[in-house]
């Protein structure tokens, strides 16, 4: 059974930027798909990006494409989401999943084993 702990929230201002991680244990992530979400209150959970186990197919909701960057380090067993250009409307809990497939689903019903989250908090 694998763990996913997300880290790397924060409060930041708007424009600036952080880094979140999520580091699995249990078993290797480098067969398996990885994605981040994220729930603002009062809202569903929702897409943000993906990347499949070669780490070369990523794929990104549009309101971040161009801010946000997803890779991963299948020897850490962590996957990292680089969030550049904050703006308020990013505040949520961001959370990590895991995909027991070979492509990059944004519904989060796809995905299997989903971390705690960790508070994002841009400023504005």
């Known amino acids: 059974q694998v763990q996913l702990v997300e880290s790397g929230g924060g409060l930041v201002q708007a424009g600036g930027s952080l880094r979140l991680a999520c580091a699995a244990s249990?078993?290797?992530?480098?067969?398996?798909?990885m994605g981040w979400f994220r729930q603002a209150p009062g809202k569903e959970r929702g897409f943000i990006a993906a990347?499949?186990?070669?780490?070369?197919?990523?794929s990104y909701a549009d309101s971040v494409k161009g801010r946000f960057t997803i890779s991963r380090d299948n020897a850490k067993n962590t996957v990292y989401l680089q969030m550049n250009r904050l703006e308020p409307e990013d505040t949520a809990v961001y959370y990590c999943?895991?995909?027991?497939?070979?492509?990059?689903?944004?519904?989060?019903?796809?995905?299997?084993?989903w971390g705690q989250g960790t508070q994002v908090t841009v400023s504005s």
């Open positions: 990347t499949a186990r070669s780490g070369g197919d990523t």
């Open positions: 249990g078993r290797s992530i480098s067969i398996s798909t």
């Open positions: 999943a895991l995909a027991r497939v070979y492509y990059t689903p944004r519904l989060s019903g796809e995905y299997d084993t």
